[in-house]
């Protein structure tokens, strides 16, 4: 109905790939993900936050095949688009947070991983004070 180029078309491609997230089919959702990130950047922007949530997910997806490297690459720059753009409890920097600290232990960079690990407590500490 709107051709490739909508927006639209990345968040079909998104939504379906977290069912194949949610039956563990991870490469079938990477191929997805890939999808929406490439639509969303062409049709919105490559720094739109729709293209960084998707990199997140996208992250996830790699992360679950056990492909840390690349997992750690579409996580960052998916966290530092939806960082930009949001507040610092929104959903998708808590599962961006959690994914890079698991990330970095897994590279063997403990002080990374410690940075999004206490940046997650500050973050959970400053919402239970409110």
Not at 58 to 65: A, H, K, P, V
Not at 71 to 77: L, N, T
Not at 93 to 111: I, T
């Amino acid at each position: 109905m709107y051709g490739e180029n909508h927006y639209l078309v990345g968040i079909a491609a998104s939504n379906l790939a977290g069912v194949y997230m949610a039956r563990n089919d991870f490469t079938t959702a990477e191929t997805m993900y890939r999808t929406a990130v490439a639509t969303f950047s062409r049709t919105q922007s490559p720094d739109h936050l729709n293209t960084g949530i998707a990199r997140i997910k996208l992250g996830r997806s790699l992360l679950r095949q056990g492909r840390t490297a690349d997992a750690e690459v579409e996580s960052k720059a998916g966290y530092d688009i939806v960082a930009k753009k949001t507040a610092p409890t929104v959903s998708w920097l808590v599962s961006a947070r959690e994914d890079l600290a698991a990330e970095y232990d897994a590279l063997r960079r403990p002080e990374d991983a410690a940075k999004y690990r206490a940046e997650a407590a500050s973050v959970a500490k400053n919402t239970a004070s409110r």
